[in-house]
């Protein structure tokens, strides 16, 4: 395991460069992203370790950040003043660009992964902005009406894209639609929606609203999505049947899951950052074939387990709320990296933790 000391910074998300097996950016902010700086770390895994090659600092708190899918030295932070920056690891100091249209914190960035011409950034103000790197000012601005946490374009199309927000909702937003009255609105998924009951068994337990603070697309699976946030659970939806509940619920962390990530590599397999200090590696059951008739014949089953999955195992290196993590995109499948407000960023091998 890998460790890097972010000096006086407190880590909010870790991504891998998908150009380099070698490099991470982090985003940090100084105390614990309450007031002050934030910094944007780019950092070299080297045979010595983790080595920062460079960082920039910002005058508010850093809070996500992604690289450009389109050139390999540039990659965006979202803020805490409303801003989005640009910033180019090859030029010192400053960002190339920078966009202030969001009126309060800026919580999530990400590039499109199909088209690689634009990206998107969701803020506290109950909206989600596409921009194109070139223009200097939003192409569209998506509503939410509530304080959206995560947003992302799917990784299977260049005009579908999702996010979560604090009214405990997964929205579809797909831009081939007309804007006119639902603003590309094509579904509004209520996450605590309980399963629909099975046969022979107890009705499932409803889960009153909760914020949803963090979502994923799956990389093979076109239709499916993992949402995650203050009740602990981690869901998955398929949208094809967006009143259907979830396929599969994933109880087990002991406080609100600040990240979810699906493997690039397994289409069963996802990773999650949670505010009780650990990292987790779970299957959500799809991959074993029958996971439903599995689970009804477990004794002492979870009531909340849905779906055959279960953990995998969990990183429990962090002494603080764990708030990023990310795979590797190259070489053997269970590389990946964290990050938390203990001030460190971590590298490590999941498949050491799995049982």
Known sequence: MLEYRTQGYNGYSVKYSPFFDSRL???ASANFGLV???????????PNGI???KWFDTQDSLFDTTWSEAHENQLLAASGDGSVKLFDITLSQFPIQSWEEHAREVFAVHWNLVAKDSFLSSSWDGTVKIWNPNASQSLITLPTHSCTYSAAFSPH????????SSDSHLRIFDLRTPASACNHLTLNIPIHTPPKPRMGAAAPVGVPPS??????????????????GVDRLIRTFDIRAPAAGPVAVLPG????VRRVTWSPHLSDVLLSASYDMTCRVWTDGSAMGAGTIKQENMLQQDPMVLGG??????MVRHTEFATGVDWCLFGAEGWCASTGWDERVMVWDCRAIMH
Do not use: F, Q
């Not at 914020?211 to 995650?228: G, M």
């Open 25 to 27: 950016a982090v985003a």
């Open 36 to 46: 002050g700086n934030g910094r944007v770390y780019i950092l070299g895994l080297t």
């Open 51 to 53: 080595v920062a090659e």
């Open 157 to 164: 199309s260049p005009s579908i894209l999702s996010s979560v």
């Open 211 to 228: 914020e949803a603070l963090t979502h994923d697309w799956n990389k093979y699976r076109d239709t499916i999505v993992a949402t995650a």
């Open 253 to 256: 962390h002991e406080y609100a």
């Open 309 to 314: 999955g279960r953990e995998m195992g969990k």
